[in-house]
């Protein structure tokens, strides 16, 4: 059964999803002296970064021990206004104390291939700490992410996973670039290996919009090339999914509607 939190509206999910990031930086911080999350793309994590950057939630978060990288990156420079890592920076990350070393951007301005390779690279090594790795297509017992946030396209693709790509069933790599024919565009993506092999992986998902998608990637049977979020199935971590009561119309019974 999922893991699903339903809030009232967009307000709601935003400072519930950043109550929950707060929460889980504090707990890895005490664990482990750190916090590694991966930031989801596009919209609507923008009012949980910016509730994540106020005066209310910031002081919460000892970000000297924050690391951030991201879930994926559209292949452009890191200024421009599709770039995932300029929606954070502008909201969140130029405004809380962030070590410019712990920022781990996709260098979506690289040659798509050198930009995933060295993106796995930054990923073991700070993950890895001491670089070695029972396997790379197991993350170490010491080295996973510990959030990684999603969102959830109205087709069903999480990340830059989008439908009958073959980026879902990437067995190896923690991270691939591939030229996404129904976008036109190349991307560079954290891999369903990456993103099982974290401690906490937490959609975000809003709007009338996605609510039949939603409805269908979690209670349709299991088709991850026609729906890839359902790819998203944790070894041993926890997958919840923060949701708001518009995204929820179709699905309903199981939910928890939270005030
Ligand atoms: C991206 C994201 C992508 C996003 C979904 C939902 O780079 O676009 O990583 O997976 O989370 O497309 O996007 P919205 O939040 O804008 O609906």
């Not at 420079?77 to 954070?88: E, Q």
């Not at 297509?137 to 010491?142: A, F, H, K, L």
């Not at 989008?162 to 565009?185: D, N, S």
């Amino acid at each position: 059964m999922a893991d699903v939190q339903v809030y009232p509206d967009a307000n709601s999910l935003a400072r519930a999803a950043a109550e929950y990031f707060v929460t889980l930086a504090a707990e890895a911080i005490t664990a482990r002296g750190r916090f590694v999350v991966a930031l989801s793309g596009g919209s609507t994590p923008r009012a949980t970064y910016t509730l994540l950057a106020s005066k209310e939630f910031a002081p919460r978060v000892d970000w000297s021990c924050v690391h951030v990288f991201w879930g994926d990156e559209r292949c452009v420079l890191p200024g421009h206004p599709d770039s995932n890592y300029r929606l954070a920076r502008e909201v969140l990350l130029d405004k809380i104390p962030i070590p410019a070393d712990n920022i781990h951007r996709i260098r979506g301005e690289l040659d798509p291939d050198q930009a995933a390779v060295a993106y796995q690279a930054e990923l073991e090594t700070v993950l890895g700490a001491d670089g070695r790795f029972a396997s790379r297509s197991q993350p170490p017992p010491r080295g996973r992410l510990d959030l990684i946030l999603l969102g959830m396209g109205v087709d069903g693709h999480t990340a830059s996973l989008f439908p009958g790509t073959a980026a879902i069933h990437e067995q190896t790599r923690w991270v691939v670039a591939h030229y996404v024919e129904k976008l036109g565009a190349w991307r560079v993506t954290l891999t369903p290996v990456a993103i099982n092999g974290a401690a906490h992986v937490t959609f975000i998902v809003a709007g009338r919009g996605k609510a039949e998608r939603l409805r269908e990637v979690l209670a349709e049977p299991y088709q991850p090339d026609l729906l890839p979020a359902q790819i998203v199935r944790p070894a041993d971590g926890r997958l919840r999914w923060l949701v708001d009561a518009a995204a929820a119309t179709q699905w309903r019974k199981w939910a928890v509607t939270l005030s």
